[in-house]
């Protein structure tokens, strides 16, 4: 198992996780992008958002729960914040393990790409 997120579910690489349950898990990120940089992932490896199966639609909507959830934890539910996931090599994506970015605490850029 050569993958970084599912090394850190296994708790085989240390990581700041402020959540967890039987499916997802989520911690700070290593390389913040700004004041309150998370990511929120599903415990079970999926590769991407392209290899989503319609039984995973309900894990998408808990994911973005939890990170509502922990955007009220960290106080930045009234300021704003940003749900991000990248796709794909061209999309950004450099953890070939879903993950959902949650991002706040600062005015992000209103340019998406
Ligand atoms: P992405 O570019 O969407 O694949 O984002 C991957 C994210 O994972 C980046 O923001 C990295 O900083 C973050 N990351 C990589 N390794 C770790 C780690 N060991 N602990 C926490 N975050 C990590
Ligand atoms: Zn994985």
């Known amino acids: 198992m050569n993958c970084i997120f599912c090394q850190i579910v296994a708790g085989k690489i240390p990581s700041e996780i402020l959540y967890q349950d039987e499916k997802v898990i989520a911690f700070r990120d290593i390389n ?39 955007a009220k934890k960290e106080g930045i539910a009234e300021s704003g914040y940003r749900l991000v996931i990248n796709c794909g090599k061209q999309g950004g994506q450099l953890v070939p393990h879903l993950h959902m970015h949650l991002l706040g605490g600062r005015q992000l850029s209103d340019i998406l790409g």
């Open 32 to 70: 913040p992008q700004a004041p309150i940089h998370l990511v929120i992932i599903p415990k079970r490896h999926i590769p991407s958002l392209t290899h989503l199966s319609e039984e995973d639609l309900p894990l998408i909507g808990h994911l973005v729960n939890i990170a509502n959830q922990l």
